[in-house]
């Protein structure tokens, strides 16, 4: 696989917390490891937060959900990020679905450690506002993406973004799971993912994609992957 400079590295933006949450700094139960499968649902919106969950391994989406029923992406989850942020900001139950993408793991939090951590941990809170603001962010550009950029665009901005969080690793996708994070007809995945691959910025196999060159998949995406003033 080509390499080329990713604007930003999502695993960044939680580094102190990932720190804190593997010994005895938070408030309340001690953190445990957990394990979910593929298309596991951690959060339900509407729902009381069971946990949060700090990813080492996998990737989780967000999912906002219209009153209708209907859902589609606002936000990717994977190693070194939380799910379940808004515990912080004091909210008890969730806003969003968190779907496991792929098999994830990584350490339960109780939502009481998250939300004691103004006053027993400043600077970790300090932290984890910066990571929501950084999730906010992302919902902002993925409005704009989604209403402005052409499905082609959008595969490519996911998948540069899973390629920061997981590295040289194939993403195991399938057509149907694009649409569904997309709001899109799978038809409609299953052309631009040609069109990708016919550019050689990426080999599609059944039920996962390889990506074979970054810089070709980066003039082929929108940008909205990239986040504004890092990088």
């Known amino acids: 696989m080509t390499k080329a400079r990713l604007p930003a590295d999502p695993r960044d933006m939680l580094r102190p917390l990932s720190l804190a949450a593997s010994g005895a700094a938070l408030a309340g139960p001690k953190p445990r490891g957990f394990e979910r499968r593929k298309g596991a649902r951690l959060l339900e ?11 080492t391994e996998g990737l989780v989406a967000i999912m906002a959900r219209a009153p209708g029923g209907a859902a589609a992406e606002a936000g990717l989850v994977g190693p070194g990020g939380l799910v379940g942020h808004e515990a912080a900001l004091g909210a008890g139950r969730a806003t969003s679905d968190a779907v496991a993408l792929t098999a994830v793991r990584g350490l339960s939090l109780a939502p009481g450690s998250l939300a004691a951590l103004r006053e027993d941990r400043p600077e970790i809170h300090r932290e984890v506002m910066e990571y929501a603001l950084a999730r906010m962010a992302e919902v902002e550009r993925l409005c704009v993406c989604a209403a ?22 194939p993403v195991e996708m399938t057509h149907e799971q694009f649409s569904v994070l997309f709001g899109v007809r799978r038809a409609s995945v299953t052309t631009s993912l040609h069109l990708l691959e016919g550019d050689h910025a990426i080999r599609c196999r059944r039920g996962a994609v390889e990506i074979r060159d970054l810089g070709r998949l980066e003039a082929a995406s929108c940008g909205c992957h990239a986040t504004p003033g890092r990088g």
């Open 148 to 169: 402005r950029h052409s499905i082609e665009q959008r595969l490519a901005r996911w998948l540069l973004t899973a390629a920061a969080l997981l590295g040289d690793r």
């Open 45 to 55: 919106a509407g729902a009381p937060f069971p946990a949060a969950y700090l990813l």
